[in-house]
């Protein structure tokens, strides 16, 4: 029972463009949603979050978007850099106060940005 | 900002053999770390929550015979594979929690486990 999906496993972008990767969930009792960043041979590291009162967050070139009707969350990145090609996972939790580690995860989008 | 070492990033076991590995904050003290394992191509599965100072709290289906977790200090999280079995071959994730950051979690950079 997959709570959390990603459904596209691969995205290719030209640099410059912009890079969108979705994610849907299924739990309406998830009110915390994250995106993480991964390499290969490393950890995931926190990239941007964003609470169930919101439906947008910004920081700097990403910007996530909650559609809590749908149960639908993206995250844009805008200009994608090369730099940027890495796993993307999209994470929920039930709870904000609750957040650390009750994360249940998609199973990821490996970003490609092509100079 | 906060690191997380995970030691060993890589090792390769015969099947039946015990594996331990060590989740450490360095610089910040995790009451609370957690242990994750994702297959390829899959998502981080949470497999337990280690409490220091008590008991770690398993996830449903993960065997905690199987999978042996130790909190003794502030910063030092361990994991032990027992009696490993082909099956066990996986990525094995930890991260820990830093009151201090706002509780973001940080991540170790994970130990593939092979067992042949």
């Known amino acids: 029972d997959q709570q959390v999906k990603q459904n596209s496993p691969s995205l290719s972008v030209q640099e410059g463009r912009i890079s969108i990767l979705n994610c849907d969930y299924t739990n309406s009792m998830f009110d915390y949603f994250l995106w993480y960043k991964k390499y290969p041979a490393e950890g995931p590291t926190f990239l941007i979050s964003i609470s169930s009162i919101k439906d947008k967050n910004e920081d700097g070139r990403f910007t996530v978007f909650l559609n809590k009707s749908a149960k639908h969350l993206s995250l844009h990145i805008v200009p994608s850099q090369p730099g940027d090609s890495a796993v993307y996972f999209c994470a929920a939790s039930p709870s904000f106060y609750n957040q650390g580690g009750k994360l249940i995860f998609g199973q990821g989008t490996e970003l490609s940005v092509k100079p | 900002g906060a690191v997380v070492s995970q030691h060993p990033s890589r090792v390769i076991c015969k099947s039946g053999t015990s594996v331990k590995i060590e989740c450490r904050s360095l610089?910040?003290?995790?009451?609370?770390m957690f242990w994750y394992r994702q297959f390829p191509k899959q998502s981080l599965m949470l497999m337990a929550t280690s409490n220091e100072g008590s008991k770690a709290t398993y996830e449903q289906g993960v065997e905690k015979d199987k999978f042996l977790i130790n909190h003794a200090s502030l910063t030092l999280s361990t994991l032990t594979v027992t009696s490993a079995h082909p099956e066990d071959s996986s990525f094995y994730i930890c991260?820990?929690?830093?009151?201090?950051?706002?509780?973001?979690?940080?991540f170790g950079s994970g130990t593939q486990l092979s067992v042949l």
């Open positions: 610089d910040f003290q995790a009451t609370t």
């Open positions: 991260s820990a929690r830093d009151y201090a950051a706002n509780e973001k979690l940080f």
